[in-house]
C-alpha cells in the first residue's frame, strides 16, 4: 500500500521537475520521485559496500595484442564477481564485451577500474544497480 506525503518546492524548481518528467517519459511526479529516491538509495548502497549489482561494458580492438587474454585474465581474477559474460564482434577491429557483476561494490569497482584502463579499451563503463534487497 502506498502512502502519501507532501512536500514544498520553489517555482523553478518545479519547472524544471516537470521539464525532468516529460523529458523522461514519466507518467507523473510520484513515478519521478519514486524513481530518483531509489536511485538515491542505490547510490548510497554502493558508498556503504553493500553486496551490489551492474554491468560492466567494454568496446575495444581486437587487433590490440595480448589484449583479449588480459580482459579474460582479470575476469578469472574476479571469478567470484563475474555473473555472465557475453563478447559481440562489431565489426573487423572492434569487439563489444559486456560482463554482468555481483559482489561487494568496492570489489565490482575494482574489477571494472581494471578492465576499462586496459590499453587498447576504446571505451569502458560500470552501470551500477543493486541486488533490490532494500529496495520496494
Not at 554491468?55 to 589484449?67: A, G, I
Not at 575494482?110 to 532494500?134: P, Y
Request: net charge negative; hydrophobic share 40%; with cysteine.
Amino acid at each position: 500500500m502506498a502512502e502519501r506525503f507532501s512536500t514544498s518546492l520553489e517555482p523553478e524548481l518545479l519547472k524544471q521537475f516537470d521539464r525532468f518528467i516529460d523529458k523522461n517519459g514519466y507518467e507523473n511526479r510520484s513515478e519521478a520521485v519514486r524513481d530518483l529516491i531509489r536511485r538515491a538509495l542505490i547510490a548510497e548502497e554502493w558508498e556503504a559496500g553493500a553486496e551490489v549489482v551492474g554491468v560492466v561494458t567494454l568496446v575495444f580492438d581486437h587487433h590490440q595484442r595480448q589484449l583479449q587474454d588480459q580482459v579474460t585474465e582479470a575476469q578469472h581474477e574476479f571469478h567470484h564477481e563475474v555473473v555472465s559474460t557475453t563478447h559481440v564482434h562489431l565489426d573487423h577491429h572492434n569487439c563489444l564485451e559486456v560482463v554482468i557483476v555481483r559482489g561487494k561494490a568496492g570489489r565490482v569497482r575494482e574489477m571494472a577500474q581494471r578492465l576499462i584502463a586496459l590499453r587498447g579499451v576504446k571505451d569502458g563503463h560500470l552501470t551500477t544497480t543493486s541486488t533490490g534487497r532494500n529496495l520496494a
